[in-house]
């Protein structure tokens, strides 16, 4: 027991270290992340350097900004479809997303509620944390599903959960395909110049998706309703 809690606090030391690195505006990583968006020129000319391993490096960088979320995921999914097409921009983001949540909820597994707690923030524990004594599938799809609510964090909450390791990632898996279909094919429209089918996808995708991101919350504090029961009550 206090080899694991040496070990897990060395990790969330590491992360955390990492993270700052990344995400502090005089860093190189972060300077090389943000004009890799910025300056299409610098993309392509870093893409040609890539080579075959632009695939890779891609599908590493999806699973990174789920595991210690550098960089928004919206910006990597237009990203891919902008870098590879539609299809398979979809492909390598699905597969970059899946590995970072599958590594997310083995580190929330293996380390255990108390350091969870202090990877993610107060207030995501306050409304999500009752995910730990989830098994649902279902709630699982909706919160991948749902647009606004802390996908990558909840990977780690999920860790903590009795769901099995392979619902998990079937389940969050096929909860983000929707919403990374819509990024990389706005990623594709943007690359082809298709401004007039970018546009008529964003405004069909808000139509869709505002409902949902509107009533978010709601749909959470069901689901803690129907975990937490009152005393007595049966059914």
């Known amino acids: ?76 999914g237009i990203l891919g479809g902008y870098l590879f097409g539609e299809w398979v921009g979809l492909l390598y983001s699905t597969i970059g997303l899946t590995l970072g949540s599958v590594a997310a909820f083995a580190v929330g597994r293996w380390l255990g509620a108390h350091y969870v707690r202090k990877l993610v923030s107060p207030d995501i524990w306050n409304r999500l944390g009752f995910i730990v004594e989830a098994e649902g599938a279902i709630l699982c799809f909706l919160i991948f599903l749902v647009p606004g609510l802390p996908k990558d964090m909840t990977c780690y909450l999920f860790g903590l959960s009795p769901m099995p390791f392979w619902v998990f990632a079937v389940v969050s898996t096929v909860g983000r395909v929707p919403g990374t279909w819509v990024l990389s094919a706005q990623g594709a429209h943007t690359a082809s110049g298709d401004y007039l089918q970018l546009i008529l996808l964003t405004a069909l995708f808000v139509a869709v998706a505002l409902p949902l991101y509107y009533y978010r919350n709601r749909l959470v504090q069901w689901f803690r309703g129907k975990r937490v029961r009152p005393a007595g009550h049966s059914g």
Do not use: N, S
């Open 1 to 76: 027991m206090k080899v694991r809690w040496i070990v897990g606090g060395a990790t969330i030391a590491a992360l955390a270290a990492y993270c700052m690195l990344l995400v502090l505006p005089d860093a190189p990583a972060y300077q090389f992340l943000v004009r890799l968006y910025v300056d299409k020129r610098f993309l392509k000319h870093t893409l040609r350097e890539w080579g075959v391993l632009a695939p890779v490096i891609f599908i590493l960088l999806q699973a990174l900004q789920v595991i210690i979320a550098p960089i928004p995921g919206e910006l990597t």
